[in-house]
Every structure is written in C-alpha cells, then in structure tokens.
C-alpha cells in the first residue's frame, strides 16, 4: 500500500480564504466544529488542531499559495512526523487545493486518505460556500 496521498479538491472560495481558514486558529476553528485550535502562523510555528489531535510545525507558508507542515496524529509513536503540502491554485471563482501527504505509516493509508475528506475537505466546501 503507497505511503503518499495525492488529492485534488475544488473549494468554493478564492484562495486568500481558503489559506485563512487553515492557517487562522479561529477559522480553524469554525472549520472543525468549534474542536480548540492553536496554530502559530509562521514558519516554525506549532499548531495543535481538533483539540490536541494533530499537532505539528509549519515548515514552510507562502501567503495563499503554500501551506509545508510536519503533520502528526496523537496516536502516533512519540517523534514520528509525515509532511503535509497544501498548495492552494486559483481556478477563476474556486481554488483548487492541491494535497500531498508523505511519510506516514503505510497502514494509516486508508485512514488518513478518508480522514483528509471527511475533517477538511467536506467541512471547507461547507462553510466557504456562497
């Protein structure tokens, strides 16, 4: 089973918003169903998102282009980090999210394949939609 996710999702908003809502604690917030979010909005920064369940760093962030982060679920073993890439295209009135996710336990495929659809893409559509 790969160890990489490629998704592609169109969202209904510019991108500015888009790269708001996942890089703003508050609008993360929103985007989680109130679940508590921390995130440190430059690079280096931490973030701890669904209520301590991710957490991680910012490695790299370009202004509604490019969110690079070392990503990790709680349940994971202490020190084990997958990289997380969002790149964030304008597609005239959406943006194309761009995802690549590598490095993680190959039997978390399924999990965090199912996961990345149903905690951010579905919510995202959801409460960016006009």
């Known amino acids: 089973m790969p160890t990489t996710i490629h998704q592609e999702i169109d969202v ?3 991108p500015e918003r888009v790269y708001t809502t996942l890089t703003r604690a508050e609008d993360f917030q929103a985007l989680s169903g109130g679940m508590p979010a921390e995130i ?3 690079p280096g920064g931490a973030f701890k ?3 301590g369940q991710l957490t991680g ?3 790299e962030l ?3 282009e490019l969110i690079v982060q070392a990503w990790r679920p709680a349940m994971w073993r202490a020190g084990v980090y997958s990289v997380v890439r969002i790149e964030l295209k304008k597609a005239g009135e959406l943006t194309r999210v761009v995802l690549d ?3 993680f336990p190959e039997e978390m495929h399924e999990h965090l394949s199912a996961g990345w659809h149903r905690m951010y ?3 995202l559509k959801k409460i960016l939609a006009p």
Do not use: Y
């Open 49 to 51: 998102l669904f209520g």
């Open 121 to 123: 893409w579905e919510p």
């Open 57 to 59: 760093r910012n490695i």
């Open 101 to 103: 996710h590598s490095g």
């Open 62 to 64: 370009v202004s509604n």
């Open 12 to 14: 209904p908003a510019r």
């Open 40 to 42: 440190e909005s430059q």
